[in-house]
């Protein structure tokens, strides 16, 4: 772990008026942790810090030193790993009230962690200094000086973060500026302002930054909260003000509504503001860092997420894609590459001839945009999504359909018959399911039949054992997740359902769907495409 030098070769204090470069300070060990539905084990946060390496960020905060055994062994273990360009920082408070600042038991478990960063946050809103510590502005003003001063003596590049800023500054601006005055004094290397309730407009922002900039020399940051859907905006308009650091986490996880997201803001300040941010091979990583942080907590990352969603450069309507087709400027404001996306052409009702020939472009299949076959496949489209058909999702079953419409084509197996069996045992207070299936490969059929914990697993494994007998690399696709939904309609419980099927094979995914008034026979159809395009990308050839 770097402890001599600051970012990219920078000295300790880095954030001179003459470095035009903004730098990144990354709190999704700490802030990120507080969400609601998030929690970091300790290989978790190493591997996260690791990543937020390789991506370029500049300050890694990992959490309170002195808070609980986790974050004490993290800063313990942190120091065994080499970080190529991140600087690591112990997070905590002032000191209490009452308190010496070499007693006090936060500061001096900041100097045991020993990161070469510190941060520390006091009070700027007098509205908590009075109410809610119950001291005066003068006391408030000590700590905040004393406390800058103690972690300085120590030799840490310090970090201070004015909590509450804009409130206070709202509120009562002459206080707000004097306690970001205290912090100077006491040597703070970067002074934050911290937009702690989320409420800021962004000219708000802008104000009260150029006045900041008037009243004190020390390099100024932002920490901005998602409460009002403007923490990424707040940021960026604090940069073209003058801070020259800017505070988030990845995906905007955080407390409430969360923290500003370092992933919209990176891709911002480098493409959009042309600031020296981080490199654009770094750049290129952010799609994989935002997956990374996601998936090892067990959420998807939203697919309409900017930059890096699934959806973020995926094309629906047959007029876009008629024109990205000529242009990819015409309805992309970035190159989908430069943040690790890309492009995607999406299937649907609302599809042209443009949208087909070019996933068929994408699947090596011959079809011009203006011939028979592609006006055919077209209206056979429409229709299966009027019966409920969605292939957003599921392009594997649609590839499939494309490639069955060939006269060439070969079916890897047909299935003649299934029977499930479902039975309730109150003994043992679960159920108990059967399958029987009877497919058909060229001019030989295989009749078996399997459990399972329901039907459709019972069914998944029956099908999976009869085909076992023609294509030895059937049990290689896992199957990852499985869906129902019931689609509107005004039949009850005779509504036609759809069924969408997530399967795996190495390390290719890929998506099925099946629709049908009958939830066994829509998962089947989902089934067979899973298995059928699982066959086909890992180069078996059918028994004709």
């Known amino acids: 772990m770097k402890d001599d030098t600051g970012p990219r070769g920078a000295p300790v204090s880095p954030g001179s008026p003459e470095n035009s470069q903004v730098f990144v300070y990354d709190t999704t060990l700490r802030d990120g942790s507080q969400s609601e539905d998030v929690q970091f084990t300790l290989e978790d946060k190493i591997r996260v810090a690791e990543c937020l390496d390789q991506l370029g960020i500049d300050y890694i905060e990992g959490g309170w030193p002195g808070a609980n055994p986790k974050d004490i062994e993290f800063f313990r273990r942190i120091r065994e790993v080499s970080l190529t360009h991140s600087r690591i920082s112990a997070f905590g408070s002032t000191r209490k009230s009452g308190n010496r600042t070499s007693e006090d038991a936060v500061l001096r478990a900041l100097i045991d962690a020993r990161t070469p960063v510190v941060t520390i946050f006091g009070k700027s809103w007098s509205l908590h200094v009075e109410d809610i510590l119950g001291i005066s502005r003068r006391a408030n003003l000590e700590m905040i000086r004393e406390s800058c001063d103690f972690l300085k003596q120590a030799g840490r590049e310090l970090v201070y973060d004015a909590e509450h800023f804009f409130d206070g500054f709202r509120e009562n601006p002459d206080f707000a500026l004097e306690t970001l005055r205290a912090a100077e004094e006491g040597g703070a290397d970067w002074i934050i302002l911290c937009d702690t309730n989320g409420g800021s407009m962004p000219w708000e922002v802008e104000r009260a930054l150029r006045e900041v900039r008037h009243s004190i020399r020390t390099p100024l940051g932002i ?145 011009d945009s203006g011939s028979p076959e592609a006006v055919k496949m077209l209206s056979t489209l429409k229709e299966l999504e009027h019966e409920g058909y969605q292939f957003e999702g599921a392009e594997a079953s649609f590839e499939l359909l ?83 939904r019931v689609l509107a309609g005004a039949h009850g419980t005779a509504s036609r359902v759809r069924v969408l099927i997530e399967s795996s094979m190495d390390s290719r995914k890929w998506g099925t769907v099946g629709v049908s008034e009958n939830v066994i026979t829509a998962s089947l159809l989902a089934l067979k495409d899973s298995i059928v395009y699982g066959l086909l990308k890992s180069g078996t050839v059918p028994r004709g």
Do not use: W
Request: proline share 4%.
């Open 223 to 367: 920490h901005a909260h998602n409460d009002s859907e403007l923490a990424v905006a707040n940021s960026l308009t604090a940069v073209r003000a003058g801070a020259t650091q800017v505070h988030g986490t990845i995906n905007g996880i955080g407390e409430r509504c969360g923290n500003a997201n370092l992933v919209s803001v990176i891709a911002d300040l480098v493409l959009k503001l042309e600031t020296s941010v981080t490199s654009a091979r770094e750049l290129s990583r952010l799609r994989e860092v935002a997956s990374f942080v996601f998936e090892i907590q067990n959420r998807p990352l939203p697919k309409n997420q900017p930059f890096v969603g699934e959806s973020a450069f995926a094309h629906k309507a047959g007029v876009h894609v008629h024109a990205i087709r000529k242009n990819r400027r015409a309805y992309e404001h970035i190159l989908p590459e430069a943040v690790g996306n890309t492009q995607r052409i999406l299937l649907s009702e609302h599809s042209g001839r443009s949208n087909l020939a070019e996933k068929a472009r994408e699947y090596g299949i011959p079809l």
């Open 402 to 484: 494309m490639r069955s419409a060939s006269p060439e084509y070969v079916p890897y197996f047909e299935i003649d018959f299934f029977h499930v069996r479902m039975e309730q045992r109150k003994d043992i207070g679960e159920g108990l399911s059967e399958a029987t299936i009877r497919v058909r490969v060229g001019d030989r059929t295989e009749h078996t039949a399997a459990l399972g914990n329901g039907p459709v697993n019972a069914l998944d494994n029956a099908l999976r054992k009869a085909l076992g007998t023609f294509y030895a690399g059937v049990n290689e696709i896992t199957l990852l997740d499985y869906k129902v």
